[in-house]
Structure formats: C-alpha cells, structure tokens
C-alpha cells in the first residue's frame, strides 16, 4: 500500500504531498506478547536498590467554593502507578528507534500518581500538603547501570486511594515501527492540506484515524479527540493507552532536545479528556 504522500502526489497535489512530509514521524508501537521481557505496562517494578519507589504526598484539600464547599477531603501518602517499564537495550537492537533518538542501553520508567492537575491551591480549594519535595503527579526516571542488580520492588504504601487499589494491568511488549501523522482534531494544517485531504482520503478525521497509531507507543503524534499537538520543539516520550470515563489516552511530552541530552527531569503530562 502506497504512503499517504504517495496517495497525495498521485492524485495531483504535489505542493500539499511536500508540506505533509514535515509531519510524518517515526513511531514505535508496542506490540503485546506473552514473552516477559522487561518491557511493560503497569505492574510491579523492577527497580535496582538504589532508586527509591516514586510516591506522591499526603495531602488535604478543603473546599472553598461550589457544591464541595465546606468540604475537606483528605489523601495519605500514595505509591505512583507504573505506566512504562522501557528495557532500552531491547528498543535499540530491534531497529524500530529509527531516528536513534532513545539511549542505546539502560532502563526507562514512567510513574503515575493518578492526578492529572497540580496538588496547589486555588480558587475553588485550598490544598495543604505533608511532603513538599513530593507533590509530583508523575516522574520519569532513566538509569543505566547493571541489570542484574534489577528486582521486583513492591510499592512502599498503598496506592492512591482516590482513584486505585490495585497495580495498572501488567502488559509485556514488543516493538515495532511505522510512520505517523498528527492524530488530533485541533492540528493546525493549512487549508491547502486540509482540502486535499479532502478530497483523497474523504476527510481530515478519516486520515488521521488511519495514519496516526492510536494505542500505546513512543514518539509520534499525539492520537485523541482532544490531545493537544506536539510543538515544533517537542516529542511525545510516551503515550499511554487509557482509559478510564471521560478520561482517554495519556500523553507525556518532552523537549527533543532534552531527550538527546538524557534529562528527563521536565516531562510534561497532557490526556484526551472527553
């Protein structure tokens, strides 16, 4: 089957075909297996002694305004969700990191708290937390080292009682690759692109569902209802097939240029929200 830019030439717009091409990105899909590699999604850990499980603070909320007011909600300390357990050694020699952007060796993992939104006062409420260094909502962490030193690492408290009780469902993989073109509604194409778009592939939403992986995957497009579009200095780390009422697919993004530099300490969470 021939490229969506191949499709676009053919059919006559080549200017249009040429302004796609900025778009199109690699993308490594996770592919489920029944292997357990090191490789997953939710589950337990598995984390060498030096890297303290990630939690999030104990916290009360009082209400200040709306329904809630008067209220007080109170959270104890939390252990994170793992969302990614990224065996870097194995992504490199599968050839599916095209770009070479990833280490080529190491381990990643991706927590979750289960908040979407800061832990900080506002309008509506006032929040006191108990930890300050720990008000987080989700933490990236990158380690290169032995693995044999790697074990199973029970979380140090229960989970987020707000939201879980019960570790994410453990999922293994396996990587592939493909190419990927922006996956929201929002995307900022030019009208030229859109109208050919158009009149090729009977729609802007009928292309972008066809040509952006929707699941969980590393690099690529953003892929929602409602997932915001990647910057012009941005990649998205990680996203996450989730979904959980009117929340869907969550996203964490980074500056290029700090994953090229190995610093993980800024990644940015977005999600699809219905």
């Not at 990833?102 to 381990?107: D, I, L, R, T, V």
């Not at 190419?179 to 009928?206: I, K, M």
């Not at 009422?245 to 993004?253: I, P, T, V, Y």
């Not at 090229?260 to 800024?266: E, G, L, T, V």
Request: hydrophobic share 30%; with cysteine.
């Amino acid at each position: 089957m021939s490229s969506p830019i191949d499709q676009l030439i053919e059919a006559g717009f080549l200017n249009e075909a040429n302004e796609l091409k900025k778009y199109k990105f690699n993308c490594i899909p996770l592919i489920e297996t029944e292997n357990k590699g090191l490789t997953k999604t939710g589950g337990i850990p598995d984390l060498p002694p030096e890297i303290r499980y990630p939690t999030l603070t104990g916290y009360t909320m009082n209400w200040k305004q709306g329904r809630m007011a008067g209220n007080t909600e109170q959270y104890a300390q939390s252990a994170m969700q793992l969302v990614l357990q990224l065996d870097l050694d194995a992504l490199y020699k599968s050839g599916c990191d095209t770009d070479r952007i990833f280490p080529a060796s190491g381990m990643l993992w991706i927590f979750w708290s289960g908040e979407i939104g800061d832990l900080k006062s506002g309008k509506l409420f006032d929040v006191l937390v108990e930890q300050p260094s720990e008000t987080a909502t989700h933490r990236v962490i990158y380690w290169n080292g032995d693995k044999s030193c790697l074990r199973p690492t029970p979380p140090p408290c229960p989970y987020y009682s707000k939201y879980f009780t019960e570790p994410l469902e453990e999922t293994f993989y396996d990587f592939s690759s493909q190419p990927d073109f922006p996956g929201t509604f929002e995307y900022n194409y030019s009208s030229e692109v859109a109208e050919a778009l158009e009149n090729v592939f009977g729609g802007h939403v009928d292309f972008q569902y066809d040509n952006c992986y929707h699941s969980s995957k590393l690099l690529g497009h953003p892929a929602g209802s409602n997932g915001s579009p990647l910057k012009e200095d941005e990649i998205m780390l990680f996203q996450f097939d989730y979904g959980v009422g009117c929340l869907g697919n969550l996203f964490f993004k980074m500056r290029k240029n700090d994953l090229i530099d190995r610093n993980f300490s800024s990644v940015e969470l977005d999600w699809d929200l219905d």
